[in-house]
């Protein structure tokens, strides 16, 4: 289990001082480190060698069994698309289904069923939730009544990024833990010590509006300065081929930040994303706004296009003409 980011460091502390409380909601913007959060105030709940409301020793036989995932007394749930991605699962057999993106009525089925066993090491019990807002309405409303009568010594820790999409009900039944963004320095530092060269840390924590879980993400996706540059030149050249790998929900992402920077330059603000002084000279608003539109609509069915090379096509399509210069 990798150690915890210094700069989530005080919202932990923040979170054990919340005593006995059954249920925590880290919330926050994507790539806060939300998650990462969540799995060390579990760790720290399950800990058989610190004082109380302090982090996890880390050394001791339940930490071990935590960071290998395999505690007897934790249970996440999880959609399926990401238990392998986050190491709770093996990859499955080619051929098999696509796997969920939501939390579905299963899983909490089966975590109702652990709420009410034994205690294997005596600390206590706790079930993670991540996203929390991927539990589908009926898993949502199965899981209320434990969630506001839990059993025993049972805890949740539940993160998100998208608060609002959960039910009121179970908001208004957990103690709310808001994440800000580090600072600039906190972030690049952070990212040093994962690699990533100073540059690419900078233009990185731009991109991602100083989040730089989501920053890291993108540098593992491949990302980095130059091939950003490379992004922004052979869309104004309508060919995005070169880009396919990203896949359609990173691409339109990308290609939504970058209109958005120019329907700025266009009304004379500076670039928020990108480097403006690499950008070409903005279209006309109107033709910015038209680009910005087809963009939430395409990413309203890039999960599932068709026929994504068409999609491919089409997006190289709609950038070449939102990013052609305005005359005159």
């Known amino acids: ?23 925590v909601l ?8 939300q998650f990462e959060l969540a799995r060390a105030l579990s760790q720290a709940w399950l800990c058989e060698d610190h004082a109380p409301g302090t982090p996890a020793c ?10 290998q995932r395999s505690h007897p007394d934790e249970r996440w749930l999880l959609p399926a698309a990401l238990r392998v991605q986050l190491g709770f699962e093996e990859a499955p057999a080619e051929g098999k289904a696509k796997p969920s993106k939501e939390i579905r009525i299963d899983e909490v089925r089966a975590m109702l069923d652990f709420s009410i066993s034994t205690s294997g090491r005596g600390q206590g019990k706790v079930v993670g939730i991540h996203p929390a807002e991927a539990l589908n309405t009926v898993a949502a409303n199965a ?7 839990p059993g025993g010594a049972l805890r949740f820790v539940l993160s998100c990024a998208a608060p609002d999409e959960l039910l009121p009900t179970i908001r208004s039944r957990c103690q709310v833990l808001q994440l800000e963004a580090p600072s600039a320095a906190q972030a690049t530092q952070w990212l040093a010590h994962q690699g990533l060269p100073a540059a690419d840390a900078q233009t990185l924590l731009s991109l991602s509006a100083g989040r730089p879980g989501q920053a890291l993400s993108w540098h593992s996706a491949g990302l980095n300065t130059q091939r950003l540059a490379a992004l922004v030149t052979d869309a104004q050249q309508g060919d995005l081929s070169a880009h396919e790998a990203l896949g359609l929900p990173t691409l339109i992402d990308l290609l939504a930040r970058l209109a958005h920077d120019q329907l700025r330059r266009a009304h004379g603000q500076a670039a928020l994303y990108f480097d403006g002084a690499s950008l070409p000279p903005p279209a006309k608003a109107e033709a910015l706004q038209r680009w910005a539109q087809e963009l939430r609509q395409a990413r309203a069915k890039g999960e599932h296009p068709l026929t994504p090379g068409l999609w491919l096509d089409t997006l190289a399509a709609q950038a070449q003409a939102g990013l052609r210069p305005a005359k005159g």
């Open 1 to 23: 289990m990798a150690p915890l980011p210094d700069f989530l460091q005080g919202a932990l502390q923040q979170a054990l001082s919340l005593g006995k409380t059954h249920a």
């Open 26 to 33: 880290i919330t926050g913007q994507a790539g806060l480190g």
């Open 58 to 67: 880390g050394h001791c036989a339940s930490c071990h069994l935590v960071a």
């Open 143 to 149: 899981l209320l009544k434990t969630l506001e009568e």
